[in-house]
């Protein structure tokens, strides 16, 4: 099975929110970062929201594109990552992915190996 499972897309009106989660169903890898990305037609994936939970070392990294509209966080068993997302607009319609690496958080796309299937997220009135 794949060992991330995202979930919370939908059709979402122009200045709404929606929460996508993002779960690590079998994921080995010490200390996993969780980045979400997303993709449109004809366009690499974007690099939006990471955390990571090491010991004595909690992170988070936000895109500029992102930064004040979308929220990353990770329940209290680390078992699922949360974006959620306010005031979306039409251009942030895309599929939206969570990846994992070991143990750095990067809004690179290059660098992760281990890919949910994605969930459609779409803005429009």
């Known amino acids: 099975q794949l060992p991330l499972v995202e979930s919370g897309g939908g059709v979402v009106q122009p200045g709404g929110s929606r929460r996508l989660s993002c779960t690590a169903v079998?994921?080995?890898?010490?200390?996993?970062?969780i980045t979400w990305f997303r993709q449109v037609p004809g366009r690499d994936r974007e690099g939006l929201a990471c955390i990571v939970s090491r010991p004595g070392d909690d992170t988070t990294l936000y895109a500029d594109s992102v930064k004040g509209r979308f929220i990353i966080s990770r329940d209290t068993g680390n078992n699922t990552v949360y974006l959620q997302m306010n005031s979306l607009e039409p251009e942030d319609t895309a599929v939206y992915y969570c990846?994992?690496?070991?143990?750095?958080?990067?809004?690179?796309?290059?660098?992760?190996?281990?890919w949910g299937q994605g969930t459609q997220v779409t803005v429009s009135s």
């Open positions: 990846a994992a690496r070991s143990r750095f958080c990067s809004l690179q796309s290059r660098l992760f190996t281990s």
């Open positions: 079998a994921v080995t890898m010490d200390y996993p970062a």
